[in-house]
C-alpha cells in the first residue's frame, strides 16, 4: 500500500512549514534592521551583485514556492547604494554587504568559482534556496567566504560531490544543503563520499543547525555528533544511511529537532530518558528503529510531533505518552503495536494528526475520541478493532481525514452523523461489517463535499441518493457490496469534471442507464468494473485513462479503436467477456505505458498485435495474458524487445509455431503458458551456449505437438528453479510506476493470475507464489530418456511429462525434488522399476506413473503408502500393496547386477568389482566399503546405479 492522503498531506505540510520556518528565521534578521539608517555601500561589492544578477535568466519556474518573485529585478546601477536593495543586507558601520537572502528569487543558469558573489568576503549569512542552478557543482570559491555562519542553498538543484571546501568554513552555525533531487523521481543530486560526512563536520564545532536530507551519504551516522552540544536541529532524511544509531543523540542538551526518516538500512531504539528534553519534532518513520517505547518518554515534555511510523516497533502503546500535552502530531503507523489506544490519549487535545494504521491495536473506538476538537485526520485501518463507530465523532467539527478500512467494526452507522461533519472530506469505511442507513430525505447531502469515499463491503443494495450531490469526488469505492440493476443516472452525473478513481466490482450490476458507451467522468484515471454481470458494448474510457479492469462481465461487441489513444493506459483487463473481433493493432502503440494486458477468455480472433515493435527498449509490460480466445498465426517477434516481460500465457487458442526459444533472452520472464495450441516440431538446443529462460519458474508447453528429445540444455538453464529460497509468502506481480498509488491509497501492481491444466481438469490460481516453479510437457510426442537435470531444479512443485512417447529410466535424482506436490509420468514407455528414493518426496500428493512398462516392487514408505492402485496401473510388472499384486522372490528386490538389456560389455569385470566393494564392506565396516567405493566412483570406474546401490546398502547398515 502507498501512502493514504492524510499522511501524504502531513507530509507535504511538514516540508512547508520547515521550509517557511527556515525563510522566516533568516528573513528575521533583515528585518530587525529594516528601520534603521541604511548605511551606503561599496561600489566593488555594488558592481558584484549587478554581474552576479546578470548571470542568470529570471525564470518563474526555477522557483517552487508560492511566494517566489524575483528579488533581483529591483537591483540596478541608478540605484547606487546596494544596502537598500531587496535581500541585501549591510553592516551598519562599514557599509559592507553581510547578508544576501535570494531565497526563492526565480534566478535559473549555472554557478561556479569564478562568480563575483565570492568577492562579498565580509558576508556572514546566504541563502540561494530554491532557486534553479541547472545541475551545477556546489563551487569550491564558497571557502573564500570565510566568515559565513548561515549557509542555505536547499532546493536548488546542485548537483554532484559536496566540495571538500565547505569544511572549512569553521564559523558555521547554520549549514543547510537539503532538498537537491528530483521531486518526481526522487533522484538525489548530491552525494558525501570524499569528504565523508564524519569528515565534513569534523570542524563545525560551533554547528546548531545541520540539514542535508536528500543527499546520498551512504555512510554511518557520525557518533561525534553527541558531542555537538549546540545543535538545535538535525535532519539527515533519505541519506542511504546504515549501522545503528548513536543513541546518545537524542540526549543532547538543546536539540530540538531530529529528521532521520527514510533511511531503511539504519537501526536503532529510542532509550530512556533521565532529564527533560526539549525536543520538539522527532521524525524516524521508514527506518528499522525497533524495540519498545520507553515509558519515560513523557519526559518529553515540548514534543508536538513524533513519527515512528513504517519501523519494526512493538508492544503495547505506553500510557505515559498520553502526558505529553503539546502533541500536535503523531504517527505510529505500520508497527507491531498491540493491546488498546491508551485513555490516556484523552488528554491530547492539541492533537491534529493521529496515525495508527496498519498495527494489532484492538478493543473498540473510544469514544473520547469525540474530544478531541482539534483533530484533523484520524487514520486507524488495519487493525482490529471492533464494535460500532461511536456517534461521539460527529463532534469532530475539524475533522478532515477519518479512515477506519480493514477492521472488524460492525453493527448498523447512520451515515448522516458524516454529512453533518462540515469539514470531512476523505472519508474510508472500507472493509468492515458495517451496515450502512441513510435519511431518505438527505437534507444535509448538499452541504457535504466528499472527495474521498470509501465505502466497499458496507452492505449497500442501492446507490446512495447523497451521491447524486457531490460534484467533488475524486475518488469513490463501491466495490463488493450488492448493488444491482443498471448504474443510475445520478451516479453518472457525479463530479464529472473531478472524479478520477472508480471502484464498483463485485456487485450485480449489468448496465449503464445511458445510450452512449462513452463514460462521463472527462478525468478519469482508474476504472473497475470487474466480477458484476455488465453487459452491450465495451464502455470508453477517456484518454487520461491509466487502469481498465472490466473482467469477468458478460460484455459483448469488439475493442474500439479509440483504446490506442490511451497513452497512460498501464493496466488493460477485459477477460472473462463475450468480446469478439480483431484486436486493434494500434493497442501497440500504448506498450510504452502497458503494463499489464489481459485479454483472456473471449472470442477474439486474428493475428496477435505487435506489442513493443521497435519501441522495445521503453517498453513496461510485463504480463500477457491472451488465453482462450481463437487467436491464429504465430507469436510476435517483437514480444523479444519487451524486455521487463514477465508472463506470458497464450494456451488455449488456434496459434501455430515452431518453440519460441528467442523468448528465452528476456532477463525478467518467469511464467510461460503455451498449452494447447499448435506448437510443432523438435526444440532445436541453442546454437550458442548462453543461458535462456534463467528465471522462468513456470512453463507449460503441454497439449501441442512437439517432437524429438526435450533438449537439456534449457533445463540446466532454468536457473531459479534451483532455489529454494523464500523471504516469506510473496506472489509474482506486475508492477507500474503509477503516480495515483500512492496519492489514492491503491496498490501499485497486480498478482499475476492464470489457469493450469492438469490432466485435463483447469485449476485457477488468483495468486502465483514467487516460490512456485511449474514444469508442464504433457501430451506432446517427446522421446528419449527423461533427463537428470531434472533433479537439479530443487524448487520444482509440479512436474508432468506424461502422455509423451519417453523412454528408459525414472531417474532417480527426481527424489531430490523435496518440495514436489505433484510428479505424472504416466502414459509414456518407460522401464525398469520406480527408484526407492522417490519415498524422499514428503510432500507429494498426486504421483502417477500408470501405464508404461514399469516392473518389480512398488516402494513402501512416506507418501506411498497413500497413493492408490490408479497411480500404478497399467504397468503388468509392477507389484505391491497398491495394486493388491504379491511380488515374487526374485521381484521383491533389486539386482545389483545389470540386466541384459543393460550390459555394456564389461559386465564380469563390474560383477567382480561390486563384490569386492559388498565384501570390503561387510568385513571392514562401513566405511571402508564407501570410502573404496568413492575412490573408484570418482575414477569413473562405477556407473551411476552403483553409486545409488553402494548408498542404498550402506543405510541398511
Avoid at 101 to 130: E, K, M, Q, V, Y
Avoid at 210 to 235: A, D, K, M, Q
Avoid at 360 to 383: A, D, H, Q, R, V
Avoid at 478 to 485: D, P, T, V, W
Wanted: hydrophobic share 40%; proline share 4%.
Amino acid at each position: 500500500m502507498g501512502l493514504s492522503l492524510c499522511s501524504v498531506a502531513v507530509l507535504r505540510g511538514l516540508v512547508l512549514k520547515l521550509l517557511l520556518f527556515r525563510i522566516a528565521v533568516f528573513t528575521t534578521c533583515f528585518a530587525s534592521n529594516a528601520h534603521a539608517v541604511q548605511p551606503f555601500c561599496h561600489d566593488d561589492e555594488s558592481s558584484a551583485l549587478l554581474q552576479f544578477k546578470e548571470s542568470f535568466v529570471i525564470a518563474h519556474a526555477a522557483s517552487r514556492s508560492e511566494g517566489a518573485y524575483p528579488k533581483v529585478l529591483q537591483w540596478n546601477s541608478e540605484t547606487r547604494n546596494c544596502c537598500s536593495w531587496d535581500g541585501v543586507e549591510c553592516d551598519q558601520q562599514t557599509g559592507n554587504v553581510i547578508g544576501l537572502d535570494l531565497t526563492s528569487s526565480c534566478l535559473f543558469g549555472p554557478i561556479n568559482s569564478n562568480s563575483t558573489l565570492f568577492i562579498l568576503h565580509h558576508i556572514r549569512r546566504l541563502s540561494l534556496a530554491d532557486n534553479n542552478f541547472n545541475y551545477s557543482q556546489i563551487p569550491a570559491a564558497i571557502a573564500q567566504l570565510s566568515g559565513l555562519t548561515y549557509l542555505n542553498l536547499s532546493g536548488s538543484y546542485f548537483y554532484g560531490q559536496v566540495p571538500f571546501e565547505i569544511s572549512n568554513l569553521h564559523m558555521l552555525t547554520y549549514l543547510d544543503l537539503s532538498n537537491n533531487y528530483d521531486p518526481y523521481t526522487s533522484e538525489k543530486f548530491l552525494q558525501l563520499k570524499n569528504p565523508s560526512l564524519k569528515t565534513l563536520v569534523l570542524n563545525f564545532t560551533r554547528l546548531e543547525v545541520l540539514y542535508f536530507s536528500y543527499i546520498n551519504i551512504s555512510s554511518e551516522v557520525p557518533s561525534l555528533l553527541s558531542n555537538f552540544t549546540s545543535l538545535r536541529g538535525l535532519s539527515l532524511e533519505n541519506c542511504e544511511l546504515h549501522g545503528d544509531f548513536p543513541t546518545k543523540l537524542l540526549h543532547l542538551p538543546n536539540l530540538q529537532v531530529l529528521f532521520v526518516e527514510s533511511n531503511k538500512n539504519l537501526s536503532g531504539h529510542i532509550p530512556e530518558f533521565h532529564e527533560r528534553s526539549p525536543l520538539v519534532e522527532l521524525r524516524l518513520s521508514n527506518t528499522g528503529f525497533s524495540g519498545r517505547l520507553p515509558s519515560s518518554i513523557d519526559k518529553l515534555e515540548s514534543l508536538k510531533l513524533l513519527d515512528i511510523g513504517r519501523c519494526n516497533f512493538s508492544g503495547a502503546i505506553p500510557y505515559s505518552l498520553g502526558k505529553l500535552a503539546n502533541l500536535t502530531k503523531l504517527g505510529l503507523k505500520e508497527n507491531n503495536f498491540i493491546g488498546h489506544i491508551p485513555s490516556s490519549f484523552h488528554n491530547l487535545t492539541q492533537l491534529e494528526i493521529l496515525i495508527l494504521d496498519h498495527n494489532k491495536i484492538t478493543g473498540s473506538i473510544p469514544s473520547w475520541l469525540g474530544n478531541l476538537t482539534k483533530i484533523e485526520g484520524l487514520e486507524l485501518s488495519f487493525n482490529k478493532l471492533e464494535g460500532p463507530i461511536p456517534q461521539s465523532l460527529s463532534k469532530l467539527m475539524n475533522l478532515k481525514y477519518l479512515y477506519l478500512t480493514g477492521n472488524h467494526l460492525s453493527g448498523f452507522l447512520e451515515f448522516d452523523m458524516f454529512l453533518n461533519m462540515k469539514s470531512l472530506t476523505h472519508l474510508q469505511l472500507n472493509w468492515n461489517n458495517l451496515s450502512l442507513v441513510f435519511e431518505k430525505t438527505n437534507i444535509n447531502a448538499t452541504r457535504s463535499k466528499f472527495k474521498l469515499l470509501g465505502l466497499s463491503l458496507c452492505n449497500l443494495i442501492e446507490f446512495p441518493i447523497f451521491l447524486g450531490y457531490q460534484n467533488e469526488l475524486e475518488w469513490l469505492n463501491l466495490a463488493g457490496n450488492k448493488l444491482y440493476g443498471q448504474i443510475p443516472k445520478r451516479m453518472l452525473n457525479t463530479s464529472v469534471d473531478t472524479l478520477m478513481v472508480l471502484y464498483i466490482g463485485g456487485n450485480f450490476l449489468t448496465g449503464f442507464n445511458q445510450e452512449s458507451t462513452v463514460l462521463p467522468w472527462v478525468n478519469l484515471r482508474i476504472f473497475d468494473v470487474q466480477y458484476n454481470m455488465l453487459q452491450g458494448p465495451l464502455p470508453i474510457p477517456p484518454p487520461s485513462i491509466q487502469l481498465f479492469d472490466v473482467s469477468n462481465n458478460k460484455l459483448n461487441g469488439e475493442v474500439s479503436h479509440l483504446f490506442c489513444n490511451m497513452s497512460s493506459l498501464y493496466h488493460f483487463s477485459l477477460s472473462n467477456n463475450n468480446l469478439s473481433g480483431m484486436v486493434p493493432h494500434c493497442l501497440g502503440n500504448s506498450s510504452t505505458s502497458l503494463s499489464a494486458l489481459s485479454l483472456g477468455n473471449n472470442s477474439f480472433h486474428g493475428v496477435i498485435p505487435q506489442i513493443c515493435g521497435n519501441s522495445g527498449s521503453a517498453s513496461s509490460l510485463r504480463l500477457i495474458d491472451l488465453s482462450h480466445n481463437k487467436f491464429q498465426g504465430q507469436l510476435p517477434r517483437s514480444w523479444s524487445n519487451c524486455m521487463m516481460l514477465e508472463v506470458i500465457v497464450v494456451s488455449n487458442n488456434q496459434l501455430v509455431d515452431t518453440f519460441p526459444s528467442w523468448l528465452g533472452s528476456l532477463p525478467e520472464l518467469k511464467l510461460l503458458a503455451l498449452h494447447r495450441n499448435g506448437f510443432y516440431g523438435v526444440i532445436e538446443r541453442p546454437k550458442m551456449d548462453v543461458v535462456l529462460f534463467a528465471q522462468l519458474h513456470v512453463i507449460d508447453l503441454s497439449s501441442n505437438n512437439f517432437t524429438g528429445v526435450f533438449p537439456s540444455h534449457y533445463i540446466a538453464s532454468w536457473n531459479a528453479m534451483k532455489s529454494i529460497e523464500s523471504n516469506g509468502l510473496k506472489y509474482m506481480r506486475a508492477k507500474w510506476n503509477a503516480s495515483l498509488s500512492t496519492a489514492y491509497y491503491f496498490s501499485d501492481s497486480e498478482i499475476y493470475k492464470m489457469t493450469v491444466t492438469s490432466k485435463g481438469v483447469d485449476t485457477s490460481y488468483q495468486g502465483i507464489p514467487d516460490i512456485f516453479t511449474f514444469v508442464d510437457l504433457s501430451d506432446n510426442k517427446f522421446e528419449g530418456d527423461i533427463s537428470d537435470l531434472f533433479g537439479k531444479l530443487k524448487a520444482l512443485r509440479s512436474l508432468n511429462l506424461s502422455n509423451n512417447m519417453l523412454t528408459g529410466r525414472i531417474p532417480s535424482s527426481l527424489g531430490n525434488l523435496t518440495y514436489l506436490e505433484s510428479l505424472d509420468l504416466s502414459r509414456n514407455k518407460l522401464s525398469g522399476q520406480i527408484p526407492q528414493q522417490l519415498t524422499q518426496l514428503g510432500f507429494v500428493e498426486v504421483f502417477n506413473v500408470s501405464h508404461n512398462n514399469l516392473v518389480g516392487l512398488i516402494p513402501q514408505g512416506n507418501q506411498f503408502n497413500s497413493f492408490d492402485a490408479s497411480s500404478f496401473e497399467g504397468n503388468p510388472g509392477l507389484c505391491g500393496d497398491q495394486l493388491l499384486k504379491k511380488c515374487s522372490t526374485s521381484s521383491s528386490s533389486p539386482s545389483p547386477f545389470p540386466t541384459a538389456e543393460e550390459d555394456d560389455g564389461d559386465s564380469e569385470s563390474l560383477v567382480k568389482l561390486v563384490w569386492g566393494f559388498v565384501l570390503a564392506g561387510y568385513i571392514s565396516g562401513l566405511v571402508v566399503g564407501v570410502a573404496l567405493a568413492d575412490i573408484m566412483i570418482n575414477r569413473g570406474a562405477l556407473n551411476g546405479w552403483l553409486r545409488s546401490y553402494l548408498t542404498k546398502m550402506g543405510k541398511r547398515n
